[in-house]
């Protein structure tokens, strides 16, 4: 499904990421671990196609498609979507309002009639429960007040409702309690599909007891430097990070 | 006979001289007329040179003509007008003058309403000064088309004397029809009267002065809607003016909308002031016109009144969209909350200009003021200033403006939703308004309000969905 081939981006330019090579197939679920200033995030956010970050090298593709030809929108519309690890609050503009225009951007993309006001409130509604959000968030400016933990649980209703293809999901367990951690695993494990791919970008483990991964990849400076399955995670948490970066350098 | 100042002060007198014998005598009496003329040609129409008037387009008014329209045009149909909304009283005035086809009059408690002129072109039947008190039965009044001079039943404040109020005195000088509205009695429900101004004609034929004097007796109440309108494709010249007097306890909420054609200038001064314990909402959004100036003086005379003065004003293409306002502070203990959103598209200007002076005897004055402009187009421009004059100790007095871009991490937050840019920035121009227009309590009123400025952010459409 994603296919990352020797990328190097640039930001302010600096060079973050210095040939980063990564496959995710269809169906699996990836987790991208690394310590602070690894390139993590600027990994997700050159993905869904932030401005600002300059590649200097390499390519990626998604389906067989070079993704990064593609603007912010189309890459969502197409199926790509980030769940942020700071989502911004937009005083003004309505959460109900959000979900139904990128749905329905969405639907348009694929040639499909907008959606019928009420499927679509009774869909929301449905998934703002598996979320444990209550309902007067949705009239609600987006992200406006929300705590640390609302926010990253909106994110991940964003998810549930445009259900897509590609979910990158950039440090979405940072500031949650165990609590909020497990009500966003969980929301994340109902959209685990043999269709959908999953990029899961944490600095811990933690996120990984709950949601579990089918590979682990290591990021250091701008580079996967060891890949495993599961428990390589468990042992980056034993070892500490040092293990691989004393092998980077 | 006092010597004009400049070329354009000589042509005001000269079509006032022209238009003089023309002029309903009712509405305004000669005498009024002519000192306002006077006055008007000593100090001179305002140029960019005055300090307040330097974002204004003042080349339209070079190209005006300044007598009122002579010939009624034909009206606009009942369908091309706004909604009406519901439990309102409307009173239509085609450019400048009622149209009672247009309008249903409704009576309601403590209410009256008074036409000035009544009809097109019926300027006589006259009926002695004074003759008509505020016993006057309720509602009747709206359909006695008689033309009087009205013995209000407070004394109208004189006419701002500030050099800003300037225009006044040419709507005073020339004016063909008014409202008169008075509010009396302490109703359970507020009254409610919707006014609405169309502009048909184009400024080649004449002028459009609407004309408008509110006035609410102790602890009344009165929710008023003030819409400017503009039908057809004239470029009208239109010069409102409206003069606002809110008694002790009364509360007034005044919704005013300003949406003119998009050839038309628009000239507009309002004055009010403010008794004891009154309580004034004004509410503005202003969309219309290619070139607007909207003039706007309150004066906090009472004790402990309160104003909440919210506009909103979208600039888009050439348009110019100029608003001033003066709160003074005369009385201790008064309140104004101040909120202004902007936004300029296209190459279009959009200023706020709000001075809040604080008198010497205004001790615990509270007075605060935010003003927002947003550049929404790279050779568009906000002029966002906040003026404080502090003339005693005890005051708190805050006041905060900023004139910026759109949130590039709110806008790319939208975009990886898979919104379009273009979607995505109107949606984020429409949050931008939503101070302003979450204050505006009539669901009805407030979406008519949405789709004209969903309307005026262009491709509608996409918006519309949305509401």
């Given at each position: 499904m994603l296919k990352i081939d020797n990328l190097h981006v640039k930001v302010d330019g600096k060079e973050i990421l210095k040939g980063?090579?990564?496959?995710?197939?269809?169906?699996?679920?990836?987790?991208?671990?690394?310590?602070?200033?690894?390139?993590?995030?600027?990994?997700?956010?050159?993905?869904?196609?932030?401005?600002?970050?300059?590649?200097?090298?390499?390519?990626?593709?998604?389906?067989?498609?070079?993704?990064?030809?593609?603007?912010?929108?189309?890459?969502?519309?197409?199926?790509?979507?980030?769940?942020?690890?700071?989502?911004?609050?937009?005083?003004?503009?309505?959460?109900?309002?959000?979900?139904?225009?990128?749905?329905?951007?969405?639907?348009?993309?694929?040639?499909?009639?907008?959606?019928?006001?009420?499927?679509?409130?009774?869909?929301?509604?449905?998934?703002?429960?598996?979320?444990?959000?209550?309902?007067?968030?949705?009239?609600?400016?987006?992200?406006?007040?929300?705590?640390?933990?609302?926010?990253?649980?909106?994110?991940?209703?964003?998810?549930?409702?445009?259900?897509?293809?590609?979910?990158?999901?950039?440090?979405?367990?940072?500031?949650?309690?165990?609590?909020?951690?497990?009500?966003?695993?969980?929301?994340?494990?109902?959209?685990?599909?043999?269709?959908?791919?999953?990029?899961?970008?944490?600095?811990?483990?933690?996120?990984?007891?709950y949601i579990v991964p089918d590979h682990v990849h290591v990021l250091v400076k701008g580079r996967i430097v060891r890949s495993g399955d599961k428990s390589l995670a468990l042992e980056l948490e034993r070892r500490g990070y040092d293990w691989v970066t004393g092998e980077a350098a | 006979m006092t010597e004009p100042r400049n070329a354009l002060s000589k042509r005001v007198l000269d079509e006032y001289e022209a238009a003089r014998a023309s002029l309903p005598p009712g509405i305004v009496t000669p005498e009024r007329r002519q000192e306002a003329i006077q006055a008007l040609a000593a100090r001179g129409l305002p140029t960019t040179r005055d300090e307040n008037w330097r974002y204004t387009n003042l080349r339209s008014l070079e190209k005006a003509r300044f007598a009122p329209i002579a010939q009624p045009v034909p009206p606009p149909a009942e369908t091309e007008l706004p909604g009406r909304l519901t439990g309102f009283a409307r009173y239509t005035f085609v450019d400048g003058v009622f149209a009672r086809e247009l309008s249903s009059p409704q009576e309601q408690g403590g209410l009256m309403v008074r036409?000035?002129?009544?009809?097109?072109?019926?300027?006589?039947?006259?009926?002695?000064?004074?003759?008509?008190?505020?016993?006057?039965?309720?509602?009747?009044?709206?359909?006695?088309?008689?033309?009087?001079?009205?013995n209000l039943p407070r004394a109208?404040?004189?006419?701002?004397?500030?050099?800003?109020?300037?225009?006044?005195?040419?709507?005073?000088?020339?004016?063909?029809?008014?409202?008169?509205?008075?509010?009396?009695?302490?109703?359970?429900?507020?009254?409610?009267?919707?006014?609405?101004?169309?502009?048909?004609?184009?400024?080649?034929?004449?002028?459009?002065?609407?004309?408008?004097?509110?006035?609410?007796?102790?602890?009344?109440?009165?929710?008023?809607?003030?819409?400017?309108?503009?039908?057809?494709?004239?470029?009208?010249?239109?010069?409102?003016?409206?003069s606002v007097d809110v008694g002790h306890g009364a509360h007034l909420t005044h919704y005013r909308l300003?949406?003119?054609?998009?050839?038309?200038?628009?000239?507009?001064?309002?004055?009010?002031?403010?008794?004891?314990?009154?309580?004034?909402?004004?509410?503005?959004?202003?969309?219309?016109?290619?070139?607007?100036?909207?003039?706007?003086?309150?004066?906090?005379?009472?004790?402990?009144?309160?104003?909440?003065?919210?506009?909103?004003?979208?600039?888009?293409?050439?348009?110019?969209?100029?608003?001033?306002?003066?709160?003074?502070?005369?009385?201790?203990?008064?309140?104004?909350?101040?909120?202004?959103?902007g936004i300029a598209s296209g190459r279009a200007r959009v200023a706020f200009n709000g001075k809040i002076v604080v008198r010497e005897a205004a001790a615990g004055t509270d007075s605060r003021q935010s003003l927002r402009g947003l550049l929404a187009g790279p050779e568009a421009e906000i002029d966002a200033r906040p003026q404080l004059e502090i003339y005693t100790d005890d005051v708190r007095c805050s006041h905060g403006a900023t004139a910026g871009k759109l949130d590039d991490n709110m806008l790319f937050y939208l975009l990886s939703r898979g919104l379009s840019p273009e979607v995505a920035q109107r949606l984020l121009k429409w949050a931008f308004l939503e101070d302003v227009v979450s204050k505006i309590d009539l669901p009805e009123l407030r979406r008519q309000i949405e789709h004209a400025l969903a309307g005026q952010m262009a491709d509608a459409a996409s918006l519309k969905e949305l509401l």
């Amino acid at each position: 499904m994603l296919k990352i081939d020797n990328l190097h981006v640039k930001v302010d330019g600096k060079e973050i990421l210095k040939g980063l090579t990564l496959a995710v197939p269809t169906g699996e679920v990836h987790a991208v671990m690394g310590p602070n200033g690894s390139g993590k995030s600027t990994l997700a956010n050159v993905l869904a196609g932030r401005p600002g970050y300059e590649i200097t090298a390499g390519s990626v593709t998604f389906e067989g498609r070079d993704l990064l030809a593609l603007a912010p929108e189309e890459r969502a519309r197409e199926g790509v979507f980030l769940g942020f690890q700071y989502p911004v609050e937009i005083p003004g503009v309505n959460n109900v309002y959000l979900l139904k225009a990128a749905m329905n951007a969405a639907r348009k993309h694929r040639g499909l009639e907008e959606v019928d006001a009420f499927e679509f409130l009774t869909l929301v509604k449905e998934k703002m429960r598996l979320m444990r959000m209550d309902e007067s968030m949705l009239s609600r400016g987006v992200n406006e007040g929300f705590s640390g933990g609302e926010k990253k649980r909106n994110e991940i209703l964003q998810m549930l409702v445009l259900e897509p293809r590609l979910a990158i999901l950039d440090e979405t367990d940072s500031g949650l309690d165990i609590d909020a951690l497990k009500i966003v695993a969980h929301g994340v494990n109902t959209l685990r599909s043999p269709e959908r791919s999953l990029v899961l970008v944490t600095h811990y483990q933690r996120l990984l007891d709950y949601i579990v991964p089918d590979h682990v990849h290591v990021l250091v400076k701008g580079r996967i430097v060891r890949s495993g399955d599961k428990s390589l995670a468990l042992e980056l948490e034993r070892r500490g990070y040092d293990w691989v970066t004393g092998e980077a350098a | 006979m006092t010597e004009p100042r400049n070329a354009l002060s000589k042509r005001v007198l000269d079509e006032y001289e022209a238009a003089r014998a023309s002029l309903p005598p009712g509405i305004v009496t000669p005498e009024r007329r002519q000192e306002a003329i006077q006055a008007l040609a000593a100090r001179g129409l305002p140029t960019t040179r005055d300090e307040n008037w330097r974002y204004t387009n003042l080349r339209s008014l070079e190209k005006a003509r300044f007598a009122p329209i002579a010939q009624p045009v034909p009206p606009p149909a009942e369908t091309e007008l706004p909604g009406r909304l519901t439990g309102f009283a409307r009173y239509t005035f085609v450019d400048g003058v009622f149209a009672r086809e247009l309008s249903s009059p409704q009576e309601q408690g403590g209410l009256m309403v008074r036409l000035m002129r009544g009809t097109h072109g019926s300027a006589g039947n006259q009926a002695p000064a004074g003759s008509q008190g505020s016993a006057k039965q309720q509602g009747s009044a709206a359909h006695a088309g008689s033309a009087t001079v009205f013995n209000l039943p407070r004394a109208l404040p004189a006419l701002s004397s500030l050099p800003e109020a300037r225009l006044a005195l040419l709507n005073e000088a020339f004016a063909t029809d008014g409202a008169v509205i008075h509010v009396s009695g302490t109703s359970a429900e507020p009254a409610r009267v919707e006014l609405l101004f169309i502009a048909v004609a184009g400024a080649d034929v004449g002028a459009s002065y609407p004309r408008v004097q509110v006035s609410l007796d102790a602890g009344s109440r009165l929710i008023l809607v003030e819409r400017h309108i503009g039908a057809g494709t004239g470029a009208s010249f239109v010069n409102s003016s409206v003069s606002v007097d809110v008694g002790h306890g009364a509360h007034l909420t005044h919704y005013r909308l300003q949406q003119a054609g998009a050839r038309a200038t628009w000239f507009d001064t309002l004055s009010a002031v403010l008794a004891v314990d009154a309580r004034y909402d004004l509410l503005a959004v202003n969309t219309g016109a290619l070139s607007a100036r909207s003039t706007t003086h309150v004066q906090m005379a009472g004790a402990g009144a309160e104003l909440v003065l919210s506009m909103a004003a979208l600039g888009d293409r050439q348009q110019v969209q100029d608003n001033f306002a003066l709160v003074e502070h005369i009385a201790p203990r008064a309140r104004t909350e101040q909120t202004f959103r902007g936004i300029a598209s296209g190459r279009a200007r959009v200023a706020f200009n709000g001075k809040i002076v604080v008198r010497e005897a205004a001790a615990g004055t509270d007075s605060r003021q935010s003003l927002r402009g947003l550049l929404a187009g790279p050779e568009a421009e906000i002029d966002a200033r906040p003026q404080l004059e502090i003339y005693t100790d005890d005051v708190r007095c805050s006041h905060g403006a900023t004139a910026g871009k759109l949130d590039d991490n709110m806008l790319f937050y939208l975009l990886s939703r898979g919104l379009s840019p273009e979607v995505a920035q109107r949606l984020l121009k429409w949050a931008f308004l939503e101070d302003v227009v979450s204050k505006i309590d009539l669901p009805e009123l407030r979406r008519q309000i949405e789709h004209a400025l969903a309307g005026q952010m262009a491709d509608a459409a996409s918006l519309k969905e949305l509401l």
